[in-house]
């Protein structure tokens, strides 16, 4: 193994409201050489999550913060370059956790082999990616079943699109919501969504109700704010919300009071549970046979923005909280 200089992404401030570009350095690193039992990995394409803001403040979380000073990690899909474990041999295409970073070197064990027979492997990250996942554990949760009329907020992104596809596969009424014209024609016109309506355009609550003027079933809420609280009164008696993410208030500088109609958790005897991905990584055979079959057929489509250069990487994660991406957002190496 030749030298190899690897540029990385860097926290080195913890931001305050919106990340920004100065909350992050681009460094160059020169990587140590290779051990036996180890490999070396070249990452093709990355993923950027909001869930990755949680991880840029100072407390603890589900999951434990960034240091800063130290490179970030996250999804990445790459191929193998240099291999001294039996494992893995030059050529081969892996996902890992360690994105942010153009080069890295592992052990097996932090390696995770997929076909190159689907492409992009960029879908890795997306629709058969811990995103897919997400939203596939996110209906096994609350048992979502053939019937139910579906609410989806957040649904043009890269967990909302693809649960309402996998909604409809499950001949559930799927209803979205999301933040432009074109997205709304997304969910129509390429994931089969019923109906989707534009939040932006009038009252959240007033709209639901037009669309599901019996209720709903179901709610799926990567947004919180407004959208729960609109849920919470739409929603049927026994209803359920699977509580995936609340990007609305991830950037909050002061915490945010909850729906003022939280009480109708006990008068629609309602359930609501949160979801965290990496409980059901068990099932994740599970995952790949089941989404990785509608995807080989045709019956499940993976939309990706897609931006080029690691460079890049940080303006495509900021991009995330401005509603910049259709899809999944993924960062695409030189």
């Known amino acids: 193994m030749s030298h190899i200089t690897s540029r990385e992404i860097r926290l080195i401030s913890h931001p305050t409201g919106i990340p920004t570009p100065a909350n992050f350095s681009l460094a160059q690193t020169e990587l140590e050489p290779l051990q036996d039992g180890q490999v070396l990995v070249r990452n093709l394409y990355m993923s950027v999550d909001p869930y990755m803001r949680g991880r840029m403040n100072s407390r603890k979380s589900y999951v434990p913060p960034f240091e800063l000073g130290q490179p970030m990690t996250g999804g990445a899909v790459g191929e193998v370059v ?117 939040y932006k355009t009038d009252a959240v609550l007033k709209q639901l109700n037009l669309a599901a003027p019996d209720g709903i079933d179901v709610y799926f809420d990567n947004v919180g704010g407004e959208m729960l609280e609109a849920s919470l009164s739409a929603l049927r008696v026994n209803g359920r919300i699977i509580s995936c993410g609340g990007i609305s208030g991830y950037n909050a500088e002061t915490p945010q009071p909850g729906p003022p109609n939280l009480f109708n958790m006990t008068t629609k005897r309602l359930t609501m549970k949160g979801l965290i991905v990496g409980d059901w990584l068990s099932h994740q055979g599970e995952f790949e046979q089941e989404v990785g079959g509608y995807f080989r057929a045709g019956k499940l489509k993976n939309k990706e923005t897609v931006v080029t250069g690691i460079d890049k990487a940080v303006g495509a994660f900021i991009g995330l909280f401005d509603g910049k991406n259709i899809g999944k957002m993924i960062v695409k190496f030189d």
């Open 82 to 198: 240099e291999s001294r474990a039996d494992q893995f041999k030059p050529g081969d295409a892996v996902t890992s956790s360690y994105g942010w970073r153009e080069y890295f070197i592992a052990k097996p064990q932090e390696l995770h082999p997929v076909s190159r027979d689907l492409q992009p492997l960029s879908v890795y990250l997306a629709a058969l990616g811990m995103t897919g996942m997400t939203a596939w554990a996110g209906l096994n949760l609350v048992d979502v079943k053939a019937g139910d009329v579906i609410f989806i907020s957040g649904a043009a992104g890269a967990v909302g699109s693809v649960a309402g596809q996998l909604a409809k596969l499950r001949g559930c009424q799927v209803i979205g919501s999301a933040g432009s014209a074109e997205k709304i024609q997304f969910l129509l016109e390429d994931c089969g969504f019923d109906i989707a309506f534009n």
